[in-house]
């Protein structure tokens, strides 16, 4: 982005996630340390272990790359292993051309993995799929074809299969108007007929699971690389008919600045994974997981900034922190305290950055790196950044994504050694840009 002048003479590796716990929106590396690149991801649980297929942004370009394929038997702690598609000149997976969300299932008849990914042309006018064959999880793949499913446009798709290993296509057609599934083949090559269609629904981003006898469609609509508020939709049969629609958070976070990927079901919850898109950097663009909860009776996120998962027991464990208020901290510059029933407290620190900046202290630590989310409001359309440091020390440069108005609070992570006992942290200092307005931080002590 236009700002990326301003990292020099900051540390580049702000807040990076290994292994132990997920914490969405930080930069998730794999077993070899290096940031994972699986967007608009699918996964295949293949016996004990999970392969995670996604896009690999690395060169911050939409065009193909390659469909990565990582491993895990954790969740957490992910493998990288061969390219599972990569490009082929002359074809539709050309490195000229797009491949997008690529989704595995397992055909137990033919002993044959079945890759099916949005395929289409540079300006996204082709809208078709595409179709590779491989005899293990990862393959490499061999790319079969690319068409319209039924003659009609198919962009933004997903996969659903069923205990009788019935398969479907979930997809945006029609320019994204109608939203429909159909059924594929007993090979999945092909799609064989349209099993049903919400129409002029406007949806893309698809993921189905299934739950109690109730089939949950989860979808965002259609804003570009800008999120929207995701929204669920149940049937008791994927023929329909379809409920209306409705929010799996709360509208005015925008789905906690993410997109739906797909929704996996372990044990009493299923986990939402979305992608938080930056499209003029695609290769940072970060992995939002949370717990998706029923406690309610209905699907919600729970946004937990810190969280685990025990796939024995089928549970999650949402990790608690201490929570220190920006307003109890000293300000300097320009920095002002500001007033809001939308801050916890009624209160946070306006007018960061750019000469004011405010210092927390007696941040109590145990003498390790931990986890701390800032808790911020944004209300530009664009991302800002700001400076965080810990007892005089580097500063890290932490990203803000716009919250959708100065009103909404939105967290994003940030890794800091925390000496045993008393911190201080200081937030915005030495920057010229403005910073966020920031409500409060919580210091985690799970890792």
């Known amino acids: 982005m236009k700002y990326l002048c301003c990292l020099v003479g900051f540390l580049s590796a702000q807040y990076v996630t290994y292994a132990a716990v997920i914490v969405p929106g930080a930069t998730w590396t794999d077993t070899s340390g290096n940031v994972i690149q699986a967007h608009g991801a699918g996964f295949l649980k293949v016996g004990t272990e999970y392969f995670w297929f996604g896009e690999d942004k690395s060169l911050n370009s ?33 490195t000229s051309n797009i491949v997008e969300r690529p989704k595995v299932l397992f055909n137990k008849a033919n002993s044959e993995y079945v890759m099916w990914f949005h395929s289409d042309t540079s300006n996204y006018g082709a809208a078709e799929v595409g179709v590779a064959t491989a005899k293990s999880p990862c393959g490499p793949y061999t790319y079969k074809s690319s068409f319209k499913p039924l003659g009609a446009d198919s962009r933004d798709m997903g996969l659903y299969q069923d205990a009788a290993q019935t398969a479907y296509l979930l997809y945006a057609s029609d320019n994204n108007q109608n939203f429909k599934i159909s059924k594929l083949d007993v090979n999945y090559y092909n799609v064989t007929y349209m099993t049903s269609q919400l129409s002029g629904s406007t949806l893309e981003a698809p993921g189905v699971l299934k739950r109690n006898g109730v089939y949950y469609l989860f979808a965002s ?104 208020e920006a307003e109890s901290g000293t300000i ?108 409060k931080i919580v210091v985690y002590t799970a890792a």
């Open 332 to 439: 300097s510059g320009s920095a002002t305290i500001l007033s809001d029933s939308s801050f916890s407290g009624g209160k946070a620190v306006g007018y960061l950055g750019n000469g004011g900046s405010v210092t927390l202290n007696n941040i109590q630590g145990i003498g390790a790196n931990q986890w701390v989310s800032l808790y911020y409001a944004n209300g530009d359309s664009t991302w800002r950044n700001t400076t965080v440091s810990v007892n005089g020390g580097a500063s890290i440069l932490v990203d803000q994504p716009n919250t959708g108005g100065g009103h909404v609070l939105l967290s994003v992570p940030v890794k800091l050694n925390l000496q045993n006992g008393a911190n201080s942290i200081t937030v915005s200092a030495n920057q010229t840009t403005y910073a966020a307005d920031l409500d």
């Open 62 to 94: 939409a065009l193909f790359k390659a469909v990565s394929c990582y491993q895990s038997s954790d969740l957490v702690s992910w493998t990288r292993q061969n390219d599972a598609l990569t490009p082929i000149s002359g074809t539709m997976i050309s």
């Open 221 to 324: 609509h259609t804003s570009g690389w800008a999120p929207n508020p995701n929204k669920f939709f149940t049937a008791s049969s994927l023929a329909g008919p379809w409920s209306s629609q409705a929010d799996i958070a709360p509208e005015a976070v925008n789905t906690y600045f993410s997109q739906n990927a797909f929704d996996m079901p372990i044990g009493n919850f299923s986990i939402y994974m979305g992608d938080r898109w930056r499209p003029s950097l695609l290769g940072s663009s970060r992995y939002i997981w949370y717990p998706l909860s029923w406690n309610t009776g209905i699907p919600q996120i729970v946004a937990a900034d810190v969280w685990s998962v025990d796939l024995s027991a089928g549970t999650y464990s949402a990790a608690t922190g201490t929570s220190y």
